[in-house]
């Protein structure tokens, strides 16, 4: 394979975040549009929404109404516009009249865990915590799963590949929780106060779920034209 200039990607973002999967897949446009020309690196790295979520979770319509004090019809119209957003790009928002958020901090846990599992140094643009970072997504906003239950959590992580023995034995304790602190704090002190946050290189942060060609531009002006 020719010797390509390679690109880390660290992605901030929490698995409530509707615009972070809908981010995610716009930047797999990026990452195609220079395949061959520049070699990505991509790690996520945990943000809480509502970090004081109770275990039980809360009516998403209603969180979203308090939350940004925004009435029933304006929060109908923005699940409508993120799902259509959502479904151009071929993920699919199936929010019933039962939909929960939830407390996150366990699937950071996992996500920390699958992320320590990868070598830095591998070739590939994403490896295994991307995939249950997907798989996440896919099981809270499409099938409409408990993702803070351990064994809904558990299923998740076996379903790309992980252990689910030492998925279950990390859930039931606590590890990797004081490395999702430190995490979020160090991101807090790098003023990521909103997700998707994507920053390129260490060094170009790039709020939101923006469309590819923001990034191309960026990319093409910062990072190719550097390394010409």
């Excluded at 394979?1 to 390679?6: E, H, L």
């Amino acid at each position: 394979m020719t010797d390509v200039p390679r690109l880390s990607v660290d992605i901030v973002s929490d698995v409530m975040c509707p615009w972070c999967i809908i981010g995610w897949l716009k930047f797999q446009k990026v990452m195609a549009h220079f395949e061959g020309r520049l070699a990505f690196r991509v790690q996520w790295h945990p943000f809480e929404l509502n970090p004081d979520m109770p275990p039980g979770g809360e009516d998403a319509a209603e969180h979203v109404m308090r939350k940004y004090g925004i009435s029933a019809e304006q929060s109908r119209a923005n699940s409508g516009k993120m799902a259509g957003v959502a479904a151009d790009l071929g993920f699919a928002f199936n929010r019933g009249p039962d939909f929960r958020m939830r407390n996150s901090f366990d699937a950071h846990r996992l996500l920390t865990w699958a992320g320590a599992l990868e070598d830095p140094e591998q070739a590939g643009a994403t490896g295994v915590q991307t995939a249950l970072k997907v798989a996440l997504f896919t099981a809270h906003f499409t099938d409409n799963r408990d993702v803070s239950d351990h064994q809904v959590l558990a299923d998740v992580a076996a379903s790309v590949g992980l252990d689910p023995v030492r998925a279950a034995a990390i859930l039931s304790g606590d590890d990797y929780g004081e490395m999702v602190r430190v995490e979020e704090a160090y991101w807090a002190d790098q003023n990521v106060t909103g997700v998707p946050a994507f920053i390129l290189g260490g060094r170009m942060l790039i709020p939101g779920a923006q469309d590819p060609d923001v990034f191309i531009r960026v990319i093409e002006a910062k990072v190719l034209a550097a390394a010409a």
